[in-house]
């Protein structure tokens, strides 16, 4: 029997369907938009190409092992009465788009810091609490004297919460230990915790992120600490993808930064930078330097630091939520993109300046304080965060062959609704690699 080509094309495509949903299971149907929809994903989103979000009206997604397997137009929306075993899910009219992929936290860590917040109310700033022992080295007593077991408990229900709230993938630092022990303590619970839950994780090792009391007069023996012993047994135990330094006045200057960065890649961890945060620091430079994957924060950045990044592979991430609740100036994020700059916006998660790790929320703080479209920050929340991860091939776009990681959320008129109806939670559901994410999970 001979079939024309258009046959040939629709049983190809039938049979394609069947086989991914014989070994497997989910069906979305009823989607309003699918949002950041690329066959060919590009590994970062740049400059004018942050306005580009490519979506697909009123489709169907088909989820196989973990994996988008497929996608279409409810139009020719495929037969389904042979599909045993598949789950199918009515999206209602509600957008689906990838999870969120949060590129910076400290989402491990002991305890709170409420007190500091109704400090900083009545006066104070971060550098006068910091001055004064409070800060990052409040956060190390409390951490200390907290067990690995009980810090994986806190970190734990914090991933719950963030995975509820979109997040698919996620960065963790260390730096609240700033001690051998307590560093690969912060450590070992991040392993744990890429064990235990489905989204996927990296971690970096932040020992340079503020000297610690027992090295207050000793800053030299600190670094040379770090670098000698702290280094290897981390990278003995393979426990940190990358190695971030908060460069910065009163914490590790410029030239310290590149000394620790260069001696981390030797053990394996590729460079990243807290930079640019209170003051120009020469963090983005250093970032450059040393090749970086991303140098974040950035409320401190001028025209020699846009030129600087120009040219570079550094993603430049905003922090949006750190600088809302301290009350920084906020990054030239306009500036930035319209000088054709790559951006990304992760949310740094952390008990000090930033808690909360609700991407949603770090969209409308773009859009609304940094003058960010909902477009551009829904790119750099996904896309761009996930090139800082090194995720590009299985995460922040809707692409066959990537992670079934997605968000549905309520229904809702447009993509521009998510940040504009702020602080409100119009996410259904999320998947996370092809899990489906309940309060339980
Ligand atoms: O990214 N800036 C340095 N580190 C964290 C805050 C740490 C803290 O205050 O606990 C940040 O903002
Ligand atoms: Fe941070």
Redesign the pocket.
């Known amino acids: 029997m001979k079939i024309s080509g258009y046959e040939q094309v629709l049983f190809q495509r039938e049979f394609r369907i069947f086989v991914h949903l014989m070994s497997k299971r989910i069906l979305i149907k009823n989607i309003r938009q699918l949002v950041q929809l690329r066959d060919n994903a590009p590994e970062k989103v740049a400059g004018a190409e942050m306005s580009e979000l490519p979506v697909l009206e009123d489709a169907w997604l088909a989820i196989d092992n973990g994996l988008i397997a497929d996608y279409g137009s409810m139009e020719e929306f495929p037969g389904i009465s042979d599909w045993n075993s598949l789950e199918i899910i009515d999206a209602n009219e509600g957008l689906v788009m990838p999870a969120f992929v949060d590129s910076?936290t400290?989402i491990v860590?002991a305890g709170s810091?409420e007190g500091e917040f109704v400090d900083r109310i009545r006066g104070l700033s971060?550098e006068d609490i910091?001055a004064r022992g409070g800060?990052?080295l409040?956060?190390a007593k409390k951490l200390r004297a907290t067990s690995e077991d009980e810090l994986y408990e806190q970190a734990a229900g914090r991933i719950r919460e963030v995975m509820l709230l979109g997040t698919g993938a996620i960065e963790i630092k260390s730096?609240?230990g700033l001690d051998m022990e307590s560093e690969l303590k912060m450590l070992r619970v991040i392993h744990r915790l890429k064990d235990n839950f489905p989204l996927n994780i990296k971690a970096t090792f932040l020992g340079a992120?503020a000297v610690p009391v027992e090295f207050k007069d000793n800053k030299r023996g600190y670094i040379q600490h770090l670098i000698n012993d702290m280094m290897p047994a981390i990278a003995k135990e393979q426990l940190a993808d990358y190695c971030d330094v908060?460069c910065?006045r009163n914490?590790f200057t410029q030239e310290e930064t590149i000394e620790i960065l260069e001696a981390a890649k030797k053990y394996g961890m590729k460079p990243r930078i807290?930079a640019n945060?209170?003051s120009n620091s020469g963090g983005v430079q250093a970032g450059v330097q040393v090749g970086a994957l991303s140098v974040?924060?950035l409320e401190y950045v001028g025209d020699e630091e846009i030129s600087a990044l120009k040219n570079s592979d550094v993603m430049p991430t905003l922090?949006p939520g750190?600088a809302f609740f301290?009350g920084l100036p906020y990054p030239p994020a306009r500036k930035m993109i319209d000088a054709g700059l790559p951006v990304a916006v992760a949310s740094?998660f952390?008990?000090?300046?930033?808690p909360s790790g609700n991407m949603m929320q770090m969209l409308s703080l773009v859009c609304v304080t940094h003058k960010m479209t909902p477009e551009e920050a829904i790119n750099a929340a996904t896309i761009n965060t996930a090139y800082a991860m090194e995720l590009s091939n299985s995460h922040g776009s809707i692409t066959r062959g990537k992670a079934a990681s997605l968000i549905i959320t309520k229904p809702v008129p447009s993509v521009a609704y998510l940040p504009y109806y702020f602080g409100q939670n119009m996410i259904e559901q999320v998947i996370i690699n092809g899990n489906i994410i309940s309060n339980s999970n």
């Open positions: 910076h400290h860590y810091r971060y910091a800060g990052i409040n956060s730096g609240y992120h908060f910065e914490y807290h945060q209170l974040d924060h922090l750190a301290l740094d952390n008990p000090g300046s930033s």
